[in-house]
C-alpha cells in the first residue's frame, strides 16, 4: 500500500484540499459502531450549524489520472465537518470513516428495496445490523460510493445464511 499520509490544505477562502495517497477502493472499512456514532455526530452537528468548509479529494492512482470528489453540498459539508472533529479526516481511518458515511446517507435513498433496513425519526435512525455492518466493511466504488447491486447481493447472502442456521 502507498504511503498512507493524507496532507491537507487550506486556501485563502477556507476551503480544505486533501491529498490522499490511495484511490477510494483501497480505503479501509470501519467498524460497524464508528460508523452509528459518526452518523449520530452528524445529527447534532447539523443541530448545531456547523456546516462546514468546502472539501476537494484527489485520489492518487498508479499510472492513471487521480480521482477528484468534492465534498460541496451542505449537508454533505455539515457530515464531513462532524466526521472530521471526532475521527480526523486527515487520517485514512477518518477519511474511511467520513465516506462510507456518505455512501450509506447515498445509497439509502437511492435503493427502494432497502426501505425495511432502516428507520430515520426525529430522534434518530435505526439500521439494520446487516446493513450497518455491510456499510462498515464493504468496498467503495472509484467515486466513493457504494455498488447498490453488490450491496443487494452481499445482504441477501448473509440474510439467508442466517435463515438457514
Excluded: Q
Amino acid at each position: 500500500m502507498p504511503e498512507s499520509k493524507i496532507r491537507v490544505a487550506e486556501d485563502a477562502t477556507g476551503a480544505l484540499a486533501y491529498a490522499v495517497p490511495l484511490p477510494p477502493e483501497c480505503l479501509p472499512g470501519v467498524r460497524p459502531e464508528a460508523l452509528l456514532a459518526a452518523w449520530s455526530a452528524a445529527r447534532a452537528g447539523a443541530a448545531a450549524g456547523r456546516w462546514g468548509p468546502h472539501r476537494t479529494l484527489m485520489f492518487r492512482r498508479e499510472n492513471a489520472e487521480p480521482t477528484v470528489l468534492a465534498i460541496a453540498d451542505p449537508d454533505a459539508r455539515c457530515w464531513a465537518e462532524a466526521v472530521d472533529r471526532g475521527a480526523d479526516l486527515g487520517t485514512v481511518h477518518g477519511l474511511a470513516l467520513c465516506l462510507r458515511l456518505l455512501a450509506l446517507v447515498d445509497v439509502m435513498p437511492r435503493c427502494p428495496w432497502l426501505a425495511g433496513m432502516f428507520d430515520v425519526t426525529p430522534e434518530g435512525v435505526e439500521l439494520h445490523p446487516a446493513l450497518l455492518r455491510a456499510a462498515a466493511t464493504m468496498p467503495l466504488d472509484h467515486a466513493a460510493r457504494f455498488d447498490a447491486e453488490a450491496l443487494r447481493r452481499l445482504l441477501s447472502r448473509g440474510i439467508a445464511a442466517r435463515a438457514g442456521a
